[in-house]
């Protein structure tokens, strides 16, 4: 029998998921995904027909790897197609973690850096969540006193998070012929501790497939090994593409990550 949530307290909602209270445990809540695809902090819109369940595919097979492998995340299980259990929130911080192994996107705009140059170890910016505001970046130097001098050790948890989970899945991808090139992660407070929430799905990074069998990833670099025009991700999205090609390449983020069961 599906979950009925007709009778359910809706507790939030955002751009692409609905969160519900889960009375049978006050400590978890349900997350439902939806067909929306939004850009440009909303400004862009569309209904997707199947999106919401091939990120909810993404979605599982992504947190269940993290889970494995000891990331501290809000992901519990998903109990039916577009439903998820995770852990409640206790406090959420409303912050997008951002990490990059190759520039590209906006970086490209504010940076003296060429697209395809590799960070090694990949950089982490922080930007504060505000649609309106356009999600604007801090300051490095606002970063580094805060944990220095204020002994805020959460952004120094967040720092050390997000450069271990693109890590992670950036080997994981590597399997695939997939270079993770960045991604944009959401963290919260479970139980005093900073646990990675929210979603990961085709909307959250950017994945360019390799250029070759083997490609020399460790270049200053790396676009003339990787393919951005064979992009799988939401950059598609952002540039105008029509909605059938942009639900066949989040439905090939969801067959690569249906690989990761085994890593
Ligand atoms: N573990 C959690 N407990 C409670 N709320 C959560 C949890 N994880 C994510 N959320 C919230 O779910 C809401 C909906 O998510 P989403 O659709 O991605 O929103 P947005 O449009 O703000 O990106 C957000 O407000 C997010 O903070
Ligand atoms: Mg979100």
């Not at 192994?101 to 140059?117: H, T």
């Amino acid at each position: 029998m599906p979950i009925d949530f007709s009778g359910m307290k809706k507790i939030n909602e955002g751009k692409t998921k609905v969160i519900y209270e889960n009375s049978a445990n006050t400590k978890t809540v349900f997350m439902v995904f939806k067909d929306d695809i939004t850009a440009g902090d909303g400004v862009k819109h569309d209904v997707m027909q199947g999106k919401a369940l091939i990120d909810w595919r993404t979605n599982k097979n992504i947190f269940e790897y993290l889970n494995r492998h000891g990331v501290r995340t809000h992901y519990v299980e998903s109990p039916e197609e577009k439903v998820t259990i995770v852990k409640k929130l206790d406090h959420k911080i409303n912050l997008e973690v951002v990490a990059r192994r190759v520039a590209a996107g906006s970086i490209l705009k504010w940076s003296k850096v060429a697209e395809g140059d590799r960070f090694d170890p990949p950089v982490v910016q922080f930007h504060y969540k505000d649609d309106p505001l356009h999600d604007p970046m801090l300051d490095d130097s606002y970063i580094d006193f805060m944990i220095r001098e204020k002994k805020s050790s959460e952004y120094a948890d967040m720092r050390n998070m997000n450069v271990a989970v693109f890590e992670l899945l950036e080997a994981a991808f590597a399997k695939f012929g997939v270079q993770l090139v960045d991604f944009k992660l959401e963290y919260g407070l479970i139980d005093g501790k900073v646990t990675l929430i929210d979603e990961i799905t085709g909307g959250s990074f950017r994945l360019w497939p390799y250029a070759k069998e083997k490609p020399d990833l460790n270049k200053k670099n790396v676009i003339g090994e990787l393919n951005p025009s064979g992009r799988l991700d939401k950059d598609t999205y952002r540039m105008g593409e029509d909605l059938k090609a942009v639900g066949d390449k989040f439905a090939q983020i969801a067959v690569i990550t249906d690989g990761f069961k085994d890593i």
